[in-house]
């Protein structure tokens, strides 16, 4: 049974750093691209990060091009996401998802297993 387990959310300042981990049980990561999702309130699921089976192919939307970070541990079987220079606007609930096709278009779910999904909020 494949899991995805998120982690590391929580509530940090304009300008603070969060590292948000997806631990998976039943898949091995290595094998297949992953990708990190967000849904803010009243907003549409954004694709923001992904990086393929390889490792060698990574994608960033736009809006966090320059101040997150994809990367995964094989030996851990845990892909993280590194975010520098939170705004307020980065508020959501973050999803990892696995497998997706990882392009230059952004991470596309193949019929992927979610995890639970962790808050991350930017306030002062």
């Known amino acids: 049974q494949v899991q995805l387990v998120e982690s590391g959310g929580g509530l940090v300042q304009p300008g603070g750093s969060l590292r948000l981990s997806c631990a998976a049980s039943?898949?091995?990561?290595?094998?297949?691209?992953s990708g990190w999702f967000r849904q803010a309130p009243g907003k549409e699921r954004e694709g923001v990060s992904c990086?393929?089976?390889?490792?060698?192919?990574?994608y960033y939307a736009d809006s966090v091009k320059g101040r997150f970070t994809i990367s995964r541990d094989s030996a851990k079987n845990t892909v993280y996401l590194q975010m520098n220079s939170l705004k307020p606007e980065d508020t959501a609930v973050y999803y990892c998802?696995?497998?997706?096709?990882?392009?230059?278009?952004?991470?596309?779910?193949?019929?992927?297993?979610w995890g639970q999904g962790t808050q991350v909020t930017v306030s002062s």
């Open positions: 998802a696995a497998p997706v096709s990882c392009s230059d278009y952004g991470p596309m779910p193949l019929s992927a297993s």
């Open positions: 039943g898949f091995t990561l290595e094998y297949h691209g």
């Open positions: 990086i393929d089976a390889s490792g060698g192919s990574t």
